[in-house]
Nanobody
Framework: QVQLVESGGGLVQAGGSLRLSCAASGRTFSSYAMGWFRQAPGKEREFVAAISWSGGNTRYAESVKGRFTISRDNAKNMVYLQMNSLKLEDTAVYYC?????????????????WGKGTLVTVSS
């Protein structure tokens, strides 16, 4: 069982930066692949970024590639999402998720555990 708690969301101007954090509980965290997803009002939850259990592989949605960076610290049971050059369309609730497979998953149904989310609002 893994419990995930996101933090770091907030209000930021377009062009600004935020770093989201995800604290994970559980002794097997280092064996889980992790991901960030987001859900904007009235839209379906979508993939943002993912990282393998070792951190050696990452994957990004085309809409955030080059602007967002996912990373993890297995010693601290933490996953991060550095978001730069934020756009209005990045406004959403951001969710941290884990999959016990250890390899990257990019679909909502591929993830086993979810946090409650943190709201990111980008203003003009």
């Amino acid at each position: 069982q893994v419990q995930l708690v996101e933090s770091g969301g907030g209000l930021v101007q377009a062009g600004g930066s935020l770093r989201l954090s995800c604290a994970a509980s559980g002794r097997t965290f280092s064996s889980y692949a992790m991901g960030w997803f987001r859900q904007a009002p009235g839209k379906e939850r979508e993939f943002v970024a993912a990282i393998s259990w070792s951190g050696g592989n990452t994957r990004y949605a085309e809409s955030v590639k080059g602007r967002f960076t996912i990373s993890r610290d297995n010693a601290k049971n933490m996953v991060y999402l550095q978001m730069n050059s934020l756009k209005l369309e990045d406004t959403a609730v951001y969710y941290c998720a884990a999959t016990s497979t250890g390899t990257i998953r990019t679909t909502v149904y591929g993830m086993d555990y979810w946090g409650k989310g943190t709201l990111v609002t980008v203003s003009s």
